[in-house]
C-alpha cells in the first residue's frame, strides 16, 4: 500500500467536501471553493469526517495516482480552509516592486519595468523589498511566484534578482586580477 495514499484526509470543521460522478470533488470552505476532476480509477469515499482513497489493484501506474490523488485531496482542504501563502525578496541595488491596483509593477534592471497582473483568485502583497503571494490553491500560488522569479533570477556572484524567501542562493567567488 502507498503510505500517503493509504492516510485519511481529515476534513476540519466549516468544510465540506463532496464526490461528483466521474470522481469530480468539490472542497468548500471558509476562504472559497475549489474543483478538481481526479483519476477515475481511484475510488474516493467521503465517511464520517474523513475522505479514504483507494486503489483497484497493484499495477504501478496505480500505485503512483494513489498518492498523488491522496495529496491532491490534502491540499484542496488545505487551501479552502487555511490557504497558501509564498514568499519572494527582491534583491539588488536599485531593483524595487510596486503595487498599483492589481498590478505588481518591477522595476529589475531592464530599460522598462516589468507590470504583471495578478491572476484570478490570488492576491499579492508588497511589504518593503519582499512580495507574499496569497490564495487557495496551491499549485496556482506556487506557478505565480515561480514566473515572478523567473523575470529576474537570483545569480549566484551578487545574489541580486528575485529569490524565493527560503531559498538558499550558492554564491561563488569573482574573478581575481593578474599580478
Known sequence: MSRIGRLPVEIPAGVTVE???GNQLTVKGPK????????TEM??????????VSRPNDLKKMKSLHGLT??????MVTGVNTGYEKKLEVNG????????????????????PVEMEDPEGLES????????IKGISKEKVGQYAAEIRDKR???????????Y???VIRRKVGKTGKK
Do not use: C, F, M
Open 19 to 21: 464526490v461528483a460522478e
Open 32 to 39: 472559497g471553493t475549489l474543483e478538481r476532476a481526479l483519476p
Open 43 to 52: 475510488e474516493i469515499k467521503v465517511e464520517d469526517g474523513h475522505v479514504v
Open 70 to 75: 491522496r495529496s491532491l485531496i490534502q491540499n
Open 93 to 112: 541595488v536599485g531593483y524595487k516592486v510596486q503595487k498599483q491596483g492589481k498590478k505588481l509593477v518591477l522595476s529589475l534592471g531592464y530599460s522598462h
Open 125 to 132: 502583497v508588497v511589504e518593503g523589498n519582499a512580495i507574499i
Open 153 to 163: 533570477r537570483p545569480e549566484p556572484y551578487k545574489g541580486k534578482g528575485i529569490k
Open 165 to 167: 524567501a527560503d531559498e
